[in-house]
Protein backbone atom coordinates (compact mmCIF):
# COMPACT_ATOMS: atom_id res chain seq x y z
CA UNK A 1 0.00 0.00 0.00
CA UNK A 2 1.23 3.76 -0.98
CA UNK A 3 2.32 5.51 1.85
CA UNK A 4 1.42 9.18 2.61
CA UNK A 5 2.37 11.64 5.50
CA UNK A 6 0.10 14.77 5.89
CA UNK A 7 1.43 17.56 7.46
CA UNK A 8 -0.92 20.62 8.60
CA UNK A 9 -0.74 23.61 10.48
CA UNK A 10 -4.06 23.70 12.81
CA UNK A 11 -3.85 27.18 13.33
CA UNK A 12 -4.12 28.38 9.77
CA UNK A 13 -6.52 30.26 8.30
CA UNK A 14 -8.86 30.43 11.18
CA UNK A 15 -8.36 26.59 11.77
CA UNK A 16 -10.41 26.08 9.17
CA UNK A 17 -9.12 22.75 8.59
CA UNK A 18 -11.02 21.43 11.61
CA UNK A 19 -14.25 21.23 9.69
CA UNK A 20 -13.34 19.11 7.08
CA UNK A 21 -10.85 17.23 8.38
CA UNK A 22 -12.54 14.01 8.35
CA UNK A 23 -13.78 14.49 4.47
CA UNK A 24 -9.82 15.50 4.03
CA UNK A 25 -8.58 12.18 5.41
CA UNK A 26 -11.76 10.49 3.03
CA UNK A 27 -10.52 11.42 -0.11
CA UNK A 28 -7.06 9.93 1.59
CA UNK A 29 -8.26 6.69 1.79
CA UNK A 30 -9.68 7.23 -1.91
CA UNK A 31 -6.82 7.25 -3.19
CA UNK A 32 -5.52 3.63 -1.71
CA UNK A 33 -2.47 5.58 1.02
CA UNK A 34 -1.85 4.38 4.32
CA UNK A 35 -1.67 7.99 6.19
CA UNK A 36 0.23 9.15 8.56
CA UNK A 37 -0.81 12.40 10.20
CA UNK A 38 1.05 14.64 11.98
CA UNK A 39 -0.31 18.38 13.39
CA UNK A 40 2.67 20.95 13.84
CA UNK A 41 3.19 22.26 17.20
CA UNK A 42 5.67 24.74 16.30
CA UNK A 43 8.01 26.68 13.79
CA UNK A 44 10.17 24.91 11.35
CA UNK A 45 8.77 21.61 12.84
CA UNK A 46 7.38 20.53 8.96
CA UNK A 47 10.69 21.42 7.60
CA UNK A 48 12.45 18.95 9.93
CA UNK A 49 9.84 16.58 10.26
CA UNK A 50 9.97 15.71 6.02
CA UNK A 51 13.78 16.08 6.10
CA UNK A 52 14.32 13.22 8.24
CA UNK A 53 10.86 11.17 7.31
CA UNK A 54 10.03 11.67 3.07
CA UNK A 55 12.53 8.72 2.44
CA UNK A 56 9.79 6.45 4.31
CA UNK A 57 6.52 7.69 2.19
CA UNK A 58 5.41 7.76 -1.45
CA UNK A 59 3.68 11.12 -1.39
CA UNK A 60 3.43 14.04 1.18
CA UNK A 61 0.80 16.75 1.55
CA UNK A 62 0.79 19.44 3.52
CA UNK A 63 -1.85 22.17 4.30
CA UNK A 64 -1.96 25.68 6.00
CA UNK A 65 -0.02 28.68 4.44
CA UNK A 66 2.74 29.34 1.96
CA UNK A 67 5.00 29.53 5.37
CA UNK A 68 3.80 25.80 5.91
CA UNK A 69 4.80 24.85 2.19
CA UNK A 70 7.98 26.69 2.37
CA UNK A 71 8.80 24.42 4.80
CA UNK A 72 7.99 21.34 3.45
CA UNK A 73 9.31 21.73 0.56
CA UNK A 74 12.85 22.89 2.09
CA UNK A 75 13.03 19.84 4.36
CA UNK A 76 12.16 18.02 0.76
CA UNK A 77 15.23 19.07 -0.86
CA UNK A 78 17.44 18.94 2.01
CA UNK A 79 16.28 15.23 1.99
CA UNK A 80 17.57 14.40 -1.00
CA UNK A 81 13.98 12.33 -1.93
CA UNK A 82 12.13 13.07 -5.01
CA UNK A 83 8.51 12.36 -4.28
CA UNK A 84 5.97 14.65 -5.44
CA UNK A 85 3.86 17.03 -2.81
CA UNK A 86 0.52 17.88 -2.41
CA UNK A 87 -0.79 21.05 -1.24
CA UNK A 88 -4.05 21.93 0.62
CA UNK A 89 -3.93 25.87 1.12
CA UNK A 90 -5.52 27.16 4.35
CA UNK A 91 -3.53 30.14 5.07
CA UNK A 92 -4.63 34.14 4.80
CA UNK A 93 -3.07 34.93 1.29
CA UNK A 94 -2.40 31.92 -0.21
CA UNK A 95 -0.27 33.55 -2.95
CA UNK A 96 1.30 30.26 -4.28
CA UNK A 97 -1.17 28.36 -4.17
CA UNK A 98 -3.79 31.15 -5.86
CA UNK A 99 -0.59 31.13 -8.51
CA UNK A 100 -0.74 27.25 -8.99
CA UNK A 101 -4.51 27.79 -9.64
CA UNK A 102 -5.45 25.01 -7.21
CA UNK A 103 -8.79 24.73 -5.47
CA UNK A 104 -9.70 27.12 -2.65
CA UNK A 105 -12.09 24.70 -1.55
CA UNK A 106 -10.08 22.50 0.61
CA UNK A 107 -11.57 19.28 0.20
CA UNK A 108 -11.47 19.77 -3.61
CA UNK A 109 -7.47 20.56 -3.13
CA UNK A 110 -7.64 17.40 -1.59
CA UNK A 111 -8.60 15.58 -4.24
CA UNK A 112 -5.68 17.00 -6.44
CA UNK A 113 -3.67 16.15 -3.68
CA UNK A 114 -4.06 12.58 -3.95
CA UNK A 115 -5.63 11.86 -7.25
CA UNK A 116 -3.72 14.87 -9.53
CA UNK A 117 -1.08 15.06 -11.48
CA UNK A 118 2.59 16.04 -10.73
CA UNK A 119 4.23 18.97 -12.50
CA UNK A 120 7.22 20.40 -11.81
CA UNK A 121 7.79 23.76 -10.55
CA UNK A 122 11.09 26.17 -9.87
CA UNK A 123 12.11 26.69 -6.61
CA UNK A 124 14.51 29.49 -5.33
CA UNK A 125 17.89 29.63 -3.42
CA UNK A 126 18.44 32.59 -0.80
CA UNK A 127 22.40 31.46 -0.65
CA UNK A 128 21.57 27.73 0.87
CA UNK A 129 18.36 28.47 1.94
CA UNK A 130 15.03 27.92 -0.66
CA UNK A 131 12.19 29.41 -1.02
CA UNK A 132 9.07 28.83 -3.13
CA UNK A 133 7.75 32.17 -4.08
CA UNK A 134 9.75 35.86 -3.02
CA UNK A 135 12.39 36.78 -1.34
CA UNK A 136 12.13 40.11 -0.50
CA UNK A 137 13.27 43.73 1.27
CA UNK A 138 12.36 46.87 2.30
CA UNK A 139 8.50 48.14 2.92
CA UNK A 140 5.70 45.86 3.64
CA UNK A 141 7.96 43.04 3.24
CA UNK A 142 8.11 42.33 7.40
CA UNK A 143 4.35 42.65 7.42
CA UNK A 144 4.03 39.13 6.86
CA UNK A 145 5.82 37.96 9.66
CA UNK A 146 5.21 40.51 12.19
CA UNK A 147 1.07 40.83 11.64
CA UNK A 148 -0.04 38.93 14.83
CA UNK A 149 -1.68 35.47 13.62
CA UNK A 150 -4.94 36.33 15.41
CA UNK A 151 -5.29 39.49 13.44
CA UNK A 152 -4.55 37.31 9.92
CA UNK A 153 -7.23 34.85 11.04
CA UNK A 154 -9.70 37.31 11.69
CA UNK A 155 -8.85 39.43 8.52
CA UNK A 156 -6.81 38.00 6.14
CA UNK A 157 -4.96 39.67 3.86
CA UNK A 158 -6.27 42.96 5.02
CA UNK A 159 -4.18 42.57 7.94
CA UNK A 160 -1.12 42.92 5.48
CA UNK A 161 -2.89 46.18 3.96
CA UNK A 162 -4.14 47.53 7.80
CA UNK A 163 -0.35 46.78 9.54
CA UNK A 164 1.60 48.51 6.31
CA UNK A 165 -0.50 51.23 6.93
CA UNK A 166 1.32 52.18 10.01
CA UNK A 167 4.73 52.30 7.98
CA UNK A 168 3.76 54.79 5.30
CA UNK A 169 5.42 57.64 7.79
CA UNK A 170 8.37 56.49 7.89
CA UNK A 171 9.80 54.64 4.58
CA UNK A 172 13.02 53.58 5.70
CA UNK A 173 15.49 52.71 2.43
CA UNK A 174 18.59 50.74 1.57
CA UNK A 175 21.53 51.77 -0.09
CA UNK A 176 22.01 48.39 -2.02
CA UNK A 177 24.18 47.21 -5.27
CA UNK A 178 22.39 44.82 -7.31
CA UNK A 179 24.06 42.60 -10.27
CA UNK A 180 22.20 40.66 -12.68
CA UNK A 181 24.77 39.20 -14.88
CA UNK A 182 26.36 42.43 -16.48
CA UNK A 183 24.01 45.33 -15.05
CA UNK A 184 24.48 46.92 -12.02
CA UNK A 185 21.85 48.86 -10.51
CA UNK A 186 23.10 50.81 -7.18
CA UNK A 187 21.03 53.16 -5.19
CA UNK A 188 18.50 53.59 -2.38
CA UNK A 189 15.86 51.53 -2.64
CA UNK A 190 12.63 50.96 -0.60
CA UNK A 191 11.68 47.93 -1.76
CA UNK A 192 12.93 44.75 -3.78
CA UNK A 193 11.27 41.73 -4.68
CA UNK A 194 12.28 38.52 -6.12
CA UNK A 195 9.41 36.07 -6.79
CA UNK A 196 8.05 33.12 -8.46
CA UNK A 197 4.54 34.51 -8.01
CA UNK A 198 1.31 36.28 -9.56
CA UNK A 199 0.70 37.82 -6.51
CA UNK A 200 2.63 38.86 -3.35
CA UNK A 201 0.88 39.16 -0.06
CA UNK A 202 -2.59 38.86 -1.77
CA UNK A 203 -2.15 41.46 -3.78
CA UNK A 204 -2.34 40.31 -7.78
CA UNK A 205 -0.35 41.87 -10.42
CA UNK A 206 2.60 42.74 -8.62
CA UNK A 207 5.26 40.78 -10.08
CA UNK A 208 4.64 41.53 -13.60
CA UNK A 209 2.93 40.33 -16.99
CA UNK A 210 3.75 36.85 -18.31
CA UNK A 211 5.10 35.23 -15.06
CA UNK A 212 5.56 31.13 -15.73
CA UNK A 213 6.08 29.40 -12.28
CA UNK A 214 8.66 27.10 -13.98
CA UNK A 215 10.97 28.69 -16.60
CA UNK A 216 13.83 29.16 -14.59
CA UNK A 217 13.72 33.06 -13.91
CA UNK A 218 12.21 35.22 -11.44
CA UNK A 219 10.45 38.26 -11.91
CA UNK A 220 12.45 41.43 -9.64
CA UNK A 221 11.11 44.86 -8.86
CA UNK A 222 13.35 47.29 -7.02
CA UNK A 223 11.56 50.39 -6.48
CA UNK A 224 14.02 53.25 -5.74
CA UNK A 225 13.24 55.74 -2.63
CA UNK A 226 11.32 59.30 -3.76
CA UNK A 227 12.97 62.39 -2.92
CA UNK A 228 9.63 64.37 -3.67
CA UNK A 229 5.56 64.00 -3.89
CA UNK A 230 6.17 63.84 -7.52
CA UNK A 231 8.52 60.51 -7.56
CA UNK A 232 6.17 59.09 -4.79
CA UNK A 233 3.27 59.68 -7.60
CA UNK A 234 5.04 57.88 -10.20
CA UNK A 235 5.98 54.97 -7.94
CA UNK A 236 2.12 54.53 -7.09
CA UNK A 237 1.01 54.79 -10.32
CA UNK A 238 3.87 52.44 -11.95
CA UNK A 239 2.99 49.82 -9.10
CA UNK A 240 -1.13 50.57 -10.21
CA UNK A 241 -0.02 49.72 -13.60
CA UNK A 242 -1.22 53.02 -14.92
CA UNK A 243 2.45 53.87 -16.43
CA UNK A 244 5.37 51.78 -17.01
CA UNK A 245 7.83 54.38 -17.82
CA UNK A 246 9.76 56.33 -14.85
CA UNK A 247 12.95 55.51 -13.86
CA UNK A 248 12.23 54.89 -9.97
CA UNK A 249 11.09 51.34 -10.56
CA UNK A 250 13.17 48.40 -12.24
CA UNK A 251 11.33 45.20 -13.83
CA UNK A 252 13.62 43.03 -15.25
CA UNK A 253 13.74 38.65 -15.35
CA UNK A 254 16.93 36.72 -14.53
CA UNK A 255 18.10 33.47 -13.27
CA UNK A 256 20.10 34.68 -10.73
CA UNK A 257 21.20 38.05 -9.62
CA UNK A 258 23.42 39.63 -6.26
CA UNK A 259 22.57 41.46 -3.54
CA UNK A 260 25.02 43.50 -1.57
CA UNK A 261 23.64 46.00 1.01
CA UNK A 262 25.99 48.70 1.60
CA UNK A 263 24.71 50.34 5.08
CA UNK A 264 26.14 49.63 8.73
CA UNK A 265 22.81 47.74 9.69
CA UNK A 266 21.85 44.94 6.44
CA UNK A 267 18.45 44.80 5.15
CA UNK A 268 16.30 42.24 6.95
CA UNK A 269 15.06 39.98 4.52
CA UNK A 270 11.20 37.57 3.95
CA UNK A 271 11.63 34.59 2.57
CA UNK A 272 8.01 33.54 1.70
CA UNK A 273 6.51 35.34 4.53
CA UNK A 274 9.06 34.69 7.65
CA UNK A 275 12.26 36.00 8.52
CA UNK A 276 14.90 35.39 6.33
CA UNK A 277 17.74 37.25 8.18
CA UNK A 278 19.96 39.90 6.83
CA UNK A 279 23.06 39.20 4.83
CA UNK A 280 25.07 41.64 3.73
CA UNK A 281 25.52 39.99 0.38
CA UNK A 282 23.83 37.14 -0.92
CA UNK A 283 23.15 35.26 -4.39
CA UNK A 284 19.83 34.45 -5.65
CA UNK A 285 19.24 32.05 -7.86
CA UNK A 286 16.45 29.90 -9.49
CA UNK A 287 16.41 25.94 -9.51
CA UNK A 288 14.35 24.83 -12.30
CA UNK A 289 11.43 22.54 -12.04
CA UNK A 290 13.38 21.57 -8.92
CA UNK A 291 10.14 20.55 -7.05
CA UNK A 292 7.07 18.39 -8.44
CA UNK A 293 3.31 20.06 -6.70
CA UNK A 294 0.11 17.85 -7.60
CA UNK A 295 -2.33 19.80 -9.88
CA UNK A 296 -5.60 18.79 -11.47
CA UNK A 297 -5.53 16.47 -14.05
CA UNK A 298 -6.01 17.25 -17.73
CA UNK A 299 -8.70 16.03 -19.04
Given at each position: ??????????????????GCLVEILNEMVKGAYEITIHPTQAKDEARWLVEKQAKNFDLIVCSGGDGTLDEVVSGLIKSGVDIPIGYIPAGSTNDYANSLGLPSDMVEAAKVAVMGKPKKYD????????????????????????????????????????????RLGDIQSFNMKVTNKD???????????????????????MTGE?????????EVTLIKKPQNVMELNLILASIAKLVDDTDMVYTFKTDGLTVECEDEKSAPWTLDGEYGGNPKKVDITAKKKAVRIMMPSVK
Open positions: MKKLLFVFNPHAGKGQISVGFFGDKSFVYVAAFGIFTDVAYETDQELKNILGHAAYILEGAKEVMEGEFILGMITNSTSVGGFKGDVKLDDGKF
